[in-house]
């Protein structure tokens, strides 16, 4: 017996084919100059890229936010789920953001935030 | 399963169960994570929201749901994620009883995944107030898509073979 039908199939692959498209324009970005670090969407240091160094920001839980070769990240974090250590930014408007703690951390390009689009 | 004599106990009886079901598959999912996505969950979960709308219908999905996402926020004792779960779990129930109807079990459960995932990196767009978060979107939804495909798929077979 079949589960299922061939529309089902072109319909999930048309769906995650077209957000391929989107992911692949999405990732033509520029490298960014800077960060900013926000908490409760209020902004709270904006740090330079080239240079590597760590910045502690204490809210609701603790996050260290690590530069390093050019690239941003949370290396420490005490929030429950922990998601946020997973990733890493460098390319313009990229972020990684901790939800528990409402942090977020945002590559900016060479002159601030350009047009945020979506 | 289904007594004649009363049919609404025996859905009662079926929602209990169920609401059981999806919690234990709940804390089955957020045990497992996958490699190189953050944040992305299987969403096995999801099969009994599935099921329940085809067998329970819109109010008893509706009712499971809840008591999913509360009974699993507090066994976990993460109580930002509840914004996060509720508000996917019903729109997304909301979406698939909407369109069962007229598209077959698996495109109701890939549109049920889209909306799941869209409406959870809405909420953390609105949480964080970080509209950059919406970069994730297009990863949100090519995982949404295929989780949604297998696991209307296993719905298929289930109501197929559970009469």
Redesign the interface.
């Known amino acids: 017996?079949k589960?299922?039908?061939k529309?089902?199939?072109f319909?999930?692959v048309a769906?995650?084919i077209?957000?391929?498209i989107?992911?692949v324009l999405?990732n033509f970005r520029s490298v960014g100059s800077q960060i900013e670090i926000?908490h409760?969407?209020k902004s709270i240091v904006i740090l330079p890229l080239n240079k590597d160094t760590t910045y502690e920001i204490q809210g609701k839980y603790k996050n260290i936010i690590e530069i390093k070769d050019g690239n941003a990240r949370v290396s420490f974090s005490d929030c429950?789920?922990k998601?946020?250590?997973?990733?890493s930014v460098s390319k313009t408007?990229?972020?990684v953001?901790c939800?528990?703690n409402?942090?977020?951390i945002?590559v900016l390009g060479e002159g601030g935030i350009d047009a945020?689009t979506? | 399963m289904h007594s004649q004599d009363n049919p609404k106990t025996s859905k009662i009886v079926l929602c209990a169960i169920l609401c059981g079901l999806s919690l234990v598959l709940s804390l089955v999912d957020s045990a497992v994570s996958i490699p190189f996505l953050?944040?992305i969950k299987l969403g096995i979960a999801s099969i009994v929201s599935l099921y329940a709308l085809y067998r329970l219908g819109l109010f008893y999905a509706l009712v499971i749901c809840v008591v999913r996402c509360v009974a699993a926020s507090l066994l976990?004792?993460?109580l930002?994620?509840l914004a996060?779960s509720l508000a996917g779990g019903i729109a997304s129930i909301l979406i698939m009883a909407l369109v069962k109807k007229r598209l077959?079990i698996?495109?109701t459960s890939?549109l049920g995944a889209?909306t799941h995932n869209l409406m959870q990196g809405a909420v953390?767009v609105i949480?964080?107030?970080?509209?950059?978060?919406?970069?994730y979107?297009?990863?949100l939804?090519?995982t949404g898509?295929?989780s949604?495909?297998c696991m209307?798929?296993i719905c298929?077979?289930l109501l197929?073979r559970i009469k």
């Open positions: 017996m589960y299922f039908s529309s089902d199939v319909f999930t769906i995650v077209g957000a391929i989107v992911l999405l926000k409760e969407g429950p789920n998601v946020c250590l997973k990733g408007n990229s972020s953001v939800a528990p409402s942090v977020s945002t945020l979506g | 953050p944040g976990s004792g993460n930002t994620m996060f077959s698996i495109k890939v889209l953390a949480i964080t107030s970080t509209p950059q978060v919406s970069y979107i297009p990863l939804i090519i898509a295929i949604g495909f209307g798929l298929n077979i197929s």
